[in-house]
């Protein structure tokens, strides 16, 4: 590193910090895609309408078996009531005590029959808003399962577009990495590599621009006649703490 300014040991430092940040933020914009396209809220959605169809579906069917039921009953009923009006009105000659009792039978056949049938149109009067629900939300989720698909879509490109950018970036950041001494790349590196993003910075208004503690007098006088080999690091954070002036 002989003979090459100081700075710039120092500006290239900086570049790679501030690369290595910009596919931090591309990483973290990938991971949160999901959540910021709403793909989480569509698949809640979908639940609460395949749960509410489930529900609906099985009102609607028990009141179909029900009214299926009714119909047979009438069916049955009606088939009596022509049985009845044959004997009535047939050939065969019946006393008229059977007569009467015939003619009372078949009445009362009647006004039952009326009754069901005036039982199963009310009840499917009262199914009618359930069959809407059902076929609304058949509907519904219909239209959400689509808008998942192309979520899905979304994500995939927006995930190959953010990945593209992160190659661009950081085969930048790998020509630079070659710029920085040895001996703070490696500081550098293991620091980030330890979890702390910003692993340099510069002194910002007397502060550490890593973790914005104010430094002390001592600290800054050390900061600015830092160097490469003796590099001062944040008492708080940890980062490499990169002299202000040397940056123009
Ligand atoms: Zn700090």
Redesign the pocket.
Same mark, same amino acid.
């Given at each position: 590193m002989k003979g090459e300014p100081v700075s710039s040991n120092w500006d290239n430092l900086l570049k790679l910090q501030e690369l290595d940040s910009q596919v931090d933020h591309l990483e973290h914009e990938i991971s949160i895609l999901t959540l910021s396209l709403g793909l989480n809220q569509l698949e809640e959605k979908k639940q609460q309408l395949v749960n509410d169809l489930e529900i609906n579906r099985e009102v609607l069917e028990k009141a179909m078996v029900q009214i299926s039921e009714r119909d047979s009953e009438s069916r049955e009923i009606t088939s009596r009531i022509k049985k009845l009006e044959g004997q009535l009105y047939g050939e065969t000659k019946y006393g008229s005590k059977d007569l009467q009792n015939m003619s009372h039978e078949l009445k009362a056949l009647q006004a039952r029959r009326d009754e069901i049938d005036d039982e199963e149109l009310r009840e499917m009067e009262e199914i009618e808003p359930v069959q809407n629900l059902v076929s609304g939300g058949e509907n519904e989720l219909k239209s959400v399962e689509i808008e998942i698909e192309e979520t899905i879509t979304k994500i995939g490109l927006s995930e190959k577009e953010l990945r593209g950018e992160i190659e661009k970036i950081s085969s930048e950041a790998n020509l630079v990495r070659e710029t920085v001494d040895m001996s703070v790349l490696e500081k550098y590196s293991k620091t980030r590599a330890g979890g702390l993003k910003?692993a340099a910075?510069q002194v910002v208004h007397g502060?550490? %621009? %890593?973790?914005?503690?104010k430094l002390s007098a001592t600290e800054l006088d050390q900061v600015k006649h830092s160097s490469v080999n003796d590099l001062v690091?944040?008492?708080?954070? %940890?980062?490499i703490?990169v002299p202000r002036e040397t940056v123009p």
């Amino acid at each position: 590193m002989k003979g090459e300014p100081v700075s710039s040991n120092w500006d290239n430092l900086l570049k790679l910090q501030e690369l290595d940040s910009q596919v931090d933020h591309l990483e973290h914009e990938i991971s949160i895609l999901t959540l910021s396209l709403g793909l989480n809220q569509l698949e809640e959605k979908k639940q609460q309408l395949v749960n509410d169809l489930e529900i609906n579906r099985e009102v609607l069917e028990k009141a179909m078996v029900q009214i299926s039921e009714r119909d047979s009953e009438s069916r049955e009923i009606t088939s009596r009531i022509k049985k009845l009006e044959g004997q009535l009105y047939g050939e065969t000659k019946y006393g008229s005590k059977d007569l009467q009792n015939m003619s009372h039978e078949l009445k009362a056949l009647q006004a039952r029959r009326d009754e069901i049938d005036d039982e199963e149109l009310r009840e499917m009067e009262e199914i009618e808003p359930v069959q809407n629900l059902v076929s609304g939300g058949e509907n519904e989720l219909k239209s959400v399962e689509i808008e998942i698909e192309e979520t899905i879509t979304k994500i995939g490109l927006s995930e190959k577009e953010l990945r593209g950018e992160i190659e661009k970036i950081s085969s930048e950041a790998n020509l630079v990495r070659e710029t920085v001494d040895m001996s703070v790349l490696e500081k550098y590196s293991k620091t980030r590599a330890g979890g702390l993003k910003v692993a340099a910075s510069q002194v910002v208004h007397g502060s550490c %621009g %890593g973790c914005q503690m104010k430094l002390s007098a001592t600290e800054l006088d050390q900061v600015k006649h830092s160097s490469v080999n003796d590099l001062v690091l944040c008492e708080q954070c %940890g980062c490499i703490l990169v002299p202000r002036e040397t940056v123009p």
